[in-house]
């Protein structure tokens, strides 16, 4: 990229069809630094109104939203993410936007900027809402590792609940997290990172193959397994499957000099199962619970799985 100067990179920025965003990772609050005109026009903003502002206020009074907490998970992780959100322009419309947050980093590996690529998807889930299909299909698969997106896994979640709750089955969720995926990236450089998740991510999946398992993107470097235990799946089947899963993964025996277990890539495991006939459970508690496991596991700073107790 040496042969292009800053001039002709900031036309390129100036003149993209999507919105694009810069914010300043060092400076507090994460202002803004840099929007193009298609941004402008997404939100009604002009680059003024909102240079040195944190993004927040696009989202008004409206801060509950889990792709708020996912962003904030990302930031604090220094990781990328992609959410959809209910931003509002200045004249207060709705507006649904698809967002890829992608961090920027220094030659010493610092996260220094991070930068917000945005696309409307008000008239896509418009059309979404007037059928029977629920999330449509561009928003159903990850573009990096081809498996099921945050999003689909979310509403399958939801769906997968009220069936368990009706069945008095439990549901489990596994949270697999590459172990020092941001270092990997550091070495390799992103598209080796985005080749080496989608590596990992194949292998999980084809270690879940019933019918009934839904693996999905998570966020960042996480993989996430979704198991109704239908046809008699015990809970202990899939712990021990989970467990079958992270040593097949360090098997594999990718290379990772950087490795904080080994030098090769690794997973670690957060697993959770709840029954969902229980008044005090909800989806949101599983995905909790399997979090904090997945959590606690990482800080041993070891590939392995870490069982939440029920």
């Not at 008000?122 to 979404?128: G, I, Q, Y």
């Not at 993107?217 to 008699?232: K, S």
């Not at 080994?262 to 909790?288: C, D, H, I, M, N």
């Amino acid at each position: 990229m040496s042969q292009f100067d800053s001039a002709f990179v900031q036309r390129i920025l100036d003149s993209a069809p999507e919105g694009i965003v810069i914010c300043d990772a060092r400076a507090g609050d994460f202002p803004v630094v840099y929007m193009n005109a298609a941004f402008e026009k997404l939100t009604g903003y002009a680059a003024g109104e909102l240079m040195g502002s944190n993004l927040r206020v696009l989202q008004g009074a409206d801060r509950d939203q889990d792709g708020r907490r996912r962003i904030s998970d990302a930031l604090a992780r220094g990781e990328e993410c992609r959410v959809l959100l209910r931003n509002y322009r200045k004249s207060g419309e709705l507006v649904w936007s698809e967002m890829y947050l992608q961090p920027m980093r220094d030659d010493a590996g610092a996260v220094t900027h991070y930068v917000g690529f945005f696309r409307d998807a008000s008239s896509r889930l418009k059309s979404a809402e007037r059928s029977t299909e629920g999330l449509p299909a561009w928003l159903r698969e990850d573009r990096v590792t081809g498996l099921s997106s945050r999003a689909w896994c979310d509403e399958l979640l939801e769906r997968e609940w009220l069936i368990a709750r009706r069945e008095e089955r439990p549901l489990t969720l596994v949270l697999f997290d590459i172990d020092a995926m941001g270092l990997y990236n550091d070495t390799f450089g992103k598209s080796a990172g985005d080749a080496c998740l989608k590596r990992i991510g194949r292998t999980i999946a084809g270690a879940f193959r019933r019918g009934s398992d839904v693996v999905a993107r998570w966020d960042g470097g996480i993989i996430a397994v979704l198991a109704a235990h239908r046809d008699g799946v015990s809970v202990g089947a899939v712990v021990e499957h989970t467990q079958a899963t992270v040593r097949k993964v360090a098997e594999m025996r990718v290379h990772h000099p950087r490795s904080p277990n080994q030098k090769y890539v690794t997973v670690t495991a957060g697993l959770a199962t709840v029954f969902p006939q229980r008044e005090e459970q909800s989806p949101a508690r599983l995905v909790e619970r399997a979090a904090n496991a997945l959590a606690e596991a990482k800080r041993e700073l070891r590939g392995g799985l870490n069982q939440a107790p029920d």
